[in-house]
């Protein structure tokens, strides 16, 4: 049987901005895909930014502060520091580090790029973006990035993946 994938990675863009300064956030991206169609997503990549905005106003100032970001199949996460839960795909955290004696404030980090090879395949119908601040005096506003393509999937082979994910829950 022949499957359809996509040759190209399509991008998906979404902005977090937290509710309330060191709030877990979540936003939900629309995926395109409806729970048991069959359809995966192969992730090449994914980035992030802390805006401009929200960089020079939520600054972090001491050692320990800074964000929590990650993708989940899941907005019930109560905190995004245990990478074990399955729930998350992927994490990326930006802290301040302070360095023997030196106190002066430093800036987060702008953002990151990631890119996986092999690239990550998962089935998720809905898809979160999370972000959450320590230590910040604003809220934080992040942008994200998913590089990915689709790919048609056996029954079997979306089942298992859905099960590696815990898409409930």
Known sequence: MARSQDNFA?????????????TLTYAELATGISLGQGIGMIIDGWDWKVTRASKTTALANAE????????????????????NDRRMILKADTYV?????????????LGWKDT??????????RLFFAVKGTGLTTALVVDFRLYFRYIDLSVQEYLE??????LTG
């Open 64 to 83: 320990g502060d800074g964000a929590d970001l990650a993708m989940c199949t899941s907005n019930s996460l109560t905190d995004l520091t245990n990478f």
């Open 116 to 125: 996986f090879s092999p690239p990550l395949i998962i089935a998720a119908p």
């Open 97 to 109: 580090q302070v360095t023997g004696a030196v106190t002066s404030q430093q800036q987060m980090s």
């Open 161 to 166: 993946l859905a099960e590696a994910f815990t």
């Open 10 to 22: 399509n991008i998906a863009a979404i902005r977090v901005t937290e509710s309330a300064a060191n």
